[in-house]
C-alpha cells in the first residue's frame, strides 16, 4: 500500500533557491545523508514550524527581501499529509500576514525558519551554550574551543 502524494510545479526566485539549496546542505549535514528537498519540506511540515516562531513584522520583511516567484523551476511530491499541513500554513500565515499566502510562501517562510533554527544553535554551541549547557552539561574550556574565556562560575 502506498501513501498518496501530491505534486508541486513551482517558479521561484532565485533567491529563494539558494534559500533552499543552503536549507538542503544544513539538514544533510544534519543527518549524514544526502537529503531532499521533500524530505525535509516533510519534517519540517509536522512540525508547525510556520506558527508562532517569527512576529509578523519579521515575516513580512522576509517576504520582502526574499521573494518568491521567479524564473528557476522546481518540482516536488509530498506526502498528501504534508501537502495539506502547507495548505493549513497558507490559511495560518494568510490571516496573520493579512495577506493572500501562496505554497511557494509556505515554503519560503519554512526554509527561513530552518535555517535561522540552525544558525541560531550554531552561534549558541560556539558561545557554550548549546545543547550540553542546556541540558545541564558542563565544559571544560577545552571543550567550548575557546581557551581564553574565563567561565562566570
Given at each position: 500500500?502506498?501513501?498518496?502524494?501530491?505534486?508541486?510545479?513551482?517558479?521561484?526566485?532565485?533567491?529563494?533557491?539558494?534559500?533552499?539549496?543552503?536549507?538542503?546542505?544544513?539538514?544533510?549535514?544534519?543527518?549524514?545523508?544526502?537529503?531532499?528537498?521533500?524530505?525535509?519540506?516533510?519534517?519540517?511540515?509536522?512540525?508547525?514550524?510556520?506558527?508562532?516562531?517569527?512576529?509578523?513584522?519579521?515575516?513580512?520583511?522576509?517576504?520582502?527581501?526574499?521573494p518568491t516567484e521567479g524564473k528557476v523551476r522546481i518540482q516536488f511530491n509530498i506526502l498528501t499529509t504534508s501537502a495539506e499541513s502547507l495548505d493549513e500554513a497558507c490559511e495560518y500565515l494568510t490571516l496573520?500576514?493579512?495577506?493572500?499566502?501562496?505554497?511557494?510562501?509556505?515554503?519560503?517562510?519554512?526554509?527561513?525558519?530552518?535555517?535561522?533554527?540552525?544558525?541560531?544553535?550554531?552561534?549558541?554551541?560556539?558561545?557554550?551554550?548549546?545543547?550540553?549547557?542546556?541540558?545541564?552539561?558542563?565544559?571544560?574550556?577545552?571543550?567550548?574551543?575557546?581557551?581564553?574565556?574565563?567561565?562566570?562560575?
Open positions: 500500500m502506498t501513501a498518496e502524494t501530491r505534486n508541486y510545479v513551482l517558479d521561484i526566485s532565485t533567491d529563494l533557491f539558494q534559500l533552499s539549496t543552503e536549507s538542503l546542505r544544513l539538514h544533510s549535514n544534519e543527518t549524514l545523508q544526502y537529503e531532499t528537498l521533500e524530505s525535509l519540506i516533510e519534517r519540517r511540515a509536522a512540525s508547525d514550524c510556520f506558527k508562532n516562531e517569527h512576529r509578523t513584522d519579521t515575516l513580512r520583511r522576509h517576504l520582502g527581501a526574499i496573520q500576514l493579512g495577506s493572500a499566502v501562496t505554497v511557494g510562501d509556505v515554503l519560503s517562510v519554512m526554509l527561513f525558519d530552518y535555517v535561522a533554527e540552525k544558525k541560531a544553535t550554531q552561534v549558541l554551541n560556539q558561545i557554550g551554550l548549546g545543547e550540553r549547557t542546556q541540558s545541564g552539561g558542563n565544559f571544560a574550556p577545552s571543550e567550548t574551543g575557546s581557551e581564553n574565556v574565563i567561565p562566570f562560575r
